[in-house]
């Protein structure tokens, strides 16, 4: 069971990085002539009803209509402010539609261009990273943007303008009593940059023990068959109860410091409600300001402090964004170690004839897995692989498919660099079949159709017919329209296979690799197989790596390997008539299959 994790899901320290966050809200952009404009309209109502009604009520009904003793006036200013406080309450009723819909919006394409570019990078990058910590990036650093997106934005913009706004109104009604209330705003700002800093180490703390709680998960429900045959059951919940502790502790620790914002805000509006008290009480004894402005203003120091401790909140979910769009940019900054280049040749047609010219790679760049490997083969013929576990058969497949790119030498498909041929033209002509064959959820017919979606149900079915899997498919409750869970669990190792096979040969490639690809087959299947992958190979070039050396005595050409090195070239019957590694490699497993 995996005990590690990658360097990718360190807690990364640095300073706020504005730049990044103004990188995250260019996801808005392509809502700027709709969503975003009509969502800017209602703050901008609201915000202007609510900095309104106070000197409607302090100035004007108290000072002038009620101390005039004017009904008239106060009749009229009670119709306009619940006029207002209607227009206001349409205005938040779409402003919360509008931004939701927003949020949606742009986490909807957030995730799928996170998605697309995670499809196009290098083996490399899954190699270095769990399945589960991917999960996480996708959908839980995604997830934990949406309330900034939904609300947090437009929130944020409503409460700059309502701070500005009764900020120009206190100074106009009374300098010097603002400025009064305004000592407690540096005492204020001084601790709470401290704080935040704290609070966003501990977001990103959260963000790196939810991977790897998720990562743990992923491997839990993948491995549980081989957990539940070692009796780890025990182990497995106790190592989950850690991890999960350790998240639920990170959750604790945020929320505390999280937490402590708001009291802090509240302590500061407290103290400004006893100054206001106290010297605009002196203001008015001597005249210098009316009841009236003493009403507006404790109106709108009740509403400074509301977007004061507002903007602490969008401040936290900006940290947490921050935390989250560190890791997020993070995979979209990475670039695919394999790539086209600029002026990558378009090649809808291959021939299939492959080339490695003194071919050499490693994959950590320290141990070679190849050194100075080459051979041809030409055009419609096949080839196979052999040799002990790591002696670099499968790296030769990977680099003919170009998952990798070779560290040293040339490999060529038709005479041309492999790195000059378009990605995708290159691989829409190569099926690869693995040992381990990898079935998606859907239907049997949608499994087998995965190689060329635009294939007829009667081409799945004759692809499926060629390799021997129509007559285990006839016998299943719904035939092709069969639904098969993730990995094909209900099938045998066997079928899963040959739903490979099916897979691969409808694509109708060019060149076809077989790694392993009748491992898993029972001998009278096996049989089939080999009968039938003599008419389906002709014309094709066929890469064939296999252990079970009775399934590629009829290969064009063997090529045995060792340690990354080529040892022995030739036919079947060459090779046996050298008396070498081949041969002491057939003769091993022809005492073993007598034993």
């Not at 990718?8 to 966050?21: A, L, T």
């Not at 990558?344 to 070679?368: M, N, T």
């Not at 389906?536 to 340690?563: C, P």
Request: with cysteine.
């Amino acid at each position: 069971m995996n005990r590690f994790y990658y360097s990718s899901d360190q807690i990364i320290e640095k300073p706020f990085n504005w730049s990044q966050m103004w990188r995250l809200l260019k996801y808005l952009k392509p809502y700027r002539k709709n969503l975003l404009p009509l969502s800017f309209l209602t703050v901008m109502i609201a915000a202007a009803v609510r900095l309104t009604v106070p000197i409607l009520i302090g100035v004007y009904a108290l000072d002038k209509a009620i101390a005039g003793k004017d009904m008239n006036l106060l009749l009229i200013l009670i119709c306009v402010i619940s006029l207002m406080y209607l227009i206001n309450y349409g205005a938040n009723v779409l402003r919360i539609r509008w931004m939701n819909m927003l949020g949606q919006h742009v986490i909807y394409d957030l995730r799928q261009h996170l998605f697309t570019h995670v499809q196009r990078l290098s083996h490399r990058f899954f190699d270095e990273r769990s399945a589960g910590s991917i999960l996480v990036r996708i959908m839980n650093d995604i997830n934990s943007l949406q309330e900034l997106f939904t609300s947090g934005v437009i929130n944020l913009l409503m409460d700059i303008l309502l701070l500005l706004g009764i900020i120009v109104i206190l100074f106009s009604l009374s300098p010097e009593l603002t400025i009064a209330i305004m000592i407690t705003l540096p005492v204020m700002f001084f601790i709470s940059t401290n704080l935040r800093r704290k609070i966003r180490r501990s977001w990103q703390k959260v963000r790196l023990k939810q991977s790897k709680l998720n990562s743990h998960l992923n491997e839990s429900i993948q491995g549980i068959r081989v957990t539940q045959a070692f009796t780890q059951e025990k182990e497995n919940m106790m190592y989950f109860d850690g991890v999960n502790g350790e998240n639920l502790e990170s959750w604790r620790e945020a929320t505390k410091k999280n937490a402590t914002f708001r009291p802090l805000v509240e302590m500061t509006n407290a103290v400004g409600t006893a100054i206001l008290i106290w010297y605009g009480s002196s203001l008015i004894i001597n005249e210098t300001i009316t009841i009236g402005v003493f009403v507006s203003f404790a109106f709108y120091l009740g509403m400074f402090w509301e977007p004061i401790s507002r903007l602490g909140q969008v401040y936290n979910q900006l940290l947490m964004g921050m935390a989250s769009s560190e890791r997020i940019f993070e995979f979209l900054d990475e670039k695919p170690i394999v790539a086209d280049k600029e002026d990558a040749a378009q090649i809808k047609q291959l021939k299939g004839a492959i080339l490695f010219e003194k071919v050499e790679f490693s994959y950590d760049g320290k141990r070679k897995a190849l050194h100075s490997v080459s051979f041809d083969i030409p055009a419609g013929t096949s080839l196979a692989l052999v040799g002990h576990t790591g002696s670099g058969k499968t790296t030769i497949a990977s680099l003919i498919s170009r998952f990798y790119d070779a560290t040293g030498g040339t490999v060529k498909v038709d005479g041309i660099p492999i790195a000059d041929i378009s990605l995708s033209d290159l691989r829409s002509q190569i099926s690869v079949v693995l040992q381990d064959t990898f079935i998606f959820s859907g239907t049997i017919m949608e499994n087998i159709r995965f190689g060329r979606p635009n294939a007829t149900d009667e081409e799945v079915i004759k692809a499926a017919k060629a390799v021997s899997a129509d007559a285990f498919i006839a016998e299943l409750p719904e035939g092709y329209a069969t639904e098969v869970e993730e990995r094909g669990n209900m099938l045998s190792a066997g079928e899963r296979q040959l739903i490979s096979f099916a897979r691969a040969l409808l694509a109708d490639p060019r060149i076809l690799i077989l790694d392993e690809a009748t491992a898993s087959i029972d001998t009278e299947t096996e049989v089939k197989i080999q009968a039938a992958l003599k008419t389906l190979l002709k014309g094709r070039t066929a890469v064939m790596i296999a252990h079970r050396l009775s399934t590629i005595r009829d290969a064009d050409k063997i090529i045995v390997l060792d340690h990354g090195k080529k040892m022995e070239e030739g036919s079947n019957s060459e090779l046996m008539e050298k008396r070498g590694i081949y041969y002491e490699l057939v003769k091993a497993q022809y005492h073993l299959l007598k034993v």
